[in-house]
């Protein structure tokens, strides 16, 4: 009887050490693959309306989860019949520096004049090459991004107005209102009319003034192009600026403070206020990769501990059942 006892708890114990020992050893390989993982953003290089001579460009992310040494992303083009329309900057070969856990690159296609129209398809292998410490060299599995790009001889006109400013400038001088336009056509475009209504700052209508003579965005671009107001008779003060695109209809809206000062013509560089609207930028933190890790190694300790409490809650209880059997079996003698 106590023989059988003993070899049921040498399996049990066993069973536990081993899933304990392969639990960690797993748990330990997962969080060092994430920690020397390579990511790029956005996932895919696409353009459905390029035209025969057109230039594209795209900004691409590629990040790692540990920059704790200097690395390199090798770009590699695979199954694309034209990859020699596609560059990039700086290089097929992109340095990751120590502690710079994001870098940015552009993928850049350049459409002979002769090209045929259709669709192009292929994909981009992003590889994380890291020497360690020891000199030995790392290759982390490749991140795939798929390439769509169609020609066509179909003009797209898409402008987007993205933000507007207008700065400070001195009484009697030209009033400027920049506008950060994208232009997403296939053409190169133009906004058809620039309405700006002036109010004081209790939101009442001074002037209402307009210019139908806007500087062009090449395709595919993103550009700041300056509006000019000239004999703009302001008094020094502050003011509310209610400015509208049009491309033919209104496409975009937004009010702006300014200020027209006292001087020689110089701009206020002191000034504190927010003047635009905008796009956000996203704010990464660069620590949640390394924070992810470190409850990773936390939530892989508290499970081991919990089943090693586990494996000597059982020990103890099987001893105990033992030792109730032997007082029975020793009773039974008597």
């Given at each position: 009887?106590?023989?059988?006892?003993?070899?049921?708890?040498?399996?049990?114990?066993?069973?536990?050490?081993?899933?304990?020992?392969?639990?960690?050893?797993?748990?330990?390989?997962?969080?060092?693959?994430?920690?020397?993982?390579?990511?790029?953003?956005?996932?895919?290089?696409?353009?459905?309306?390029?035209?025969?001579?057109?230039?594209?460009?795209?900004?691409?992310?590629?990040?790692?989860?540990?920059?704790?040494?200097?690395?390199?992303?090798?770009?590699?083009?695979?199954?694309?019949?034209?990859?020699?329309?596609?560059?990039?900057?700086?290089?097929?070969?992109?340095?990751?520096?120590?502690?710079?856990?994001?870098?940015?690159?552009?993928?850049?296609?350049?459409?002979?004049?002769?090209?045929?129209?259709?669709?192009?398809?292929?994909?981009?292998?992003?590889?994380?090459?890291?020497?360690?410490?020891?000199?030995?060299?790392?290759?982390?599995?490749?991140?795939?991004?798929?390439?769509?790009?169609?020609?066509?001889?179909?003009?797209?006109?898409?402008?987007?107005?993205?933000?507007?400013?207008?700065?400070?400038f001195a009484e009697g001088q030209t009033m400027i209102v920049m506008l950060r336009i994208l232009n997403k056509g296939n053409v190169s475009s133009s906004l058809s009319k620039v309405k700006v209504d002036i109010l004081d700052l209790?939101?009442?209508?001074?002037?209402?003034?307009?210019?139908?003579?806007?500087?062009?965005?090449?395709?595919?671009?993103?550009?700041?192009?300056?509006?000019?107001?000239?004999?703009?008779?302001?008094?020094?003060?502050?003011?509310?600026?209610?400015?509208?695109?049009?491309?033919?209809?209104?496409?975009?809206?937004?009010?702006?403070?300014?200020?027209?000062?006292?001087?020689?013509?110089?701009?206020?560089?002191?000034?504190?206020?927010?003047?635009?609207?905008?796009?956000?930028?996203?704010?990464?933190?660069?620590?949640?990769?390394?924070?992810?890790?470190?409850?990773?190694?936390?939530?892989?300790?508290?499970?081991?501990?919990?089943?090693?409490?586990?494996?000597?809650?059982?020990?103890?209880?099987?001893?105990?059942?033992?030792?109730?059997?032997?007082?029975?079996?020793?009773?039974?003698?008597?």
């Amino acid at each position: 009887m106590n023989d059988l006892i003993n070899k049921k708890i040498w399996i049990l114990k066993t069973v536990l050490i081993i899933f304990i020992i392969f639990s960690w050893f797993n748990l330990r390989s997962y969080i060092e693959a994430s920690e020397i993982s390579i990511g790029v953003s956005p996932s895919s290089f696409s353009n459905d309306s390029l035209m025969p001579g057109s230039y594209y460009e795209q900004e691409i992310i590629i990040s790692r989860a540990n920059p704790d040494t200097d690395a390199k992303a090798v770009i590699e083009i695979e199954e694309c019949s034209v990859e020699n329309w596609i560059s990039f900057d700086p290089g097929s070969e992109i340095e990751l520096p120590k502690n710079e856990q994001r870098v940015t690159a552009k993928i850049k296609v350049d459409v002979p004049e002769y090209a045929d129209l259709g669709s192009y398809n292929g994909y981009l292998r992003i590889k994380l090459v890291r020497e360690e410490s020891d000199g030995q060299v790392t290759l982390v599995p490749a991140v795939r991004m798929d390439i769509d790009m169609k020609v066509t001889n179909v003009e797209v006109v898409d402008l987007e107005v993205k933000m507007v400013n207008i700065e400070d400038f001195a009484e009697g001088q030209t009033m400027i209102v920049m506008l950060r336009i994208l232009n997403k056509g296939n053409v190169s475009s133009s906004l058809s009319k620039v309405k700006v209504d002036i109010l004081d700052l209790d939101e009442n209508k001074i002037v209402s003034i307009e210019k139908d003579e806007i500087d062009p965005v090449a395709p595919f671009t993103l550009d700041d192009i300056d509006v000019e107001y000239d004999n703009v008779d302001l008094d020094i003060g502050e003011y509310f600026a209610d400015v509208f695109a049009y491309n033919d209809s209104c496409i975009y809206e937004d009010r702006v403070a300014f200020k027209v000062i006292k001087g020689d013509g110089s701009i206020a560089e002191d000034s504190d206020r927010e003047i635009y609207s905008g796009d956000g930028t996203e704010i990464t933190d660069r620590g949640s990769n390394k924070l992810l890790s470190k409850i990773l190694i936390s939530s892989g300790v508290i499970i081991v501990c919990i089943l090693l409490v586990g494996v000597i809650v059982f020990i103890i209880k099987e001893i105990k059942e033992r030792d109730e059997v032997n007082k029975k079996y020793k009773k039974r003698e008597k």
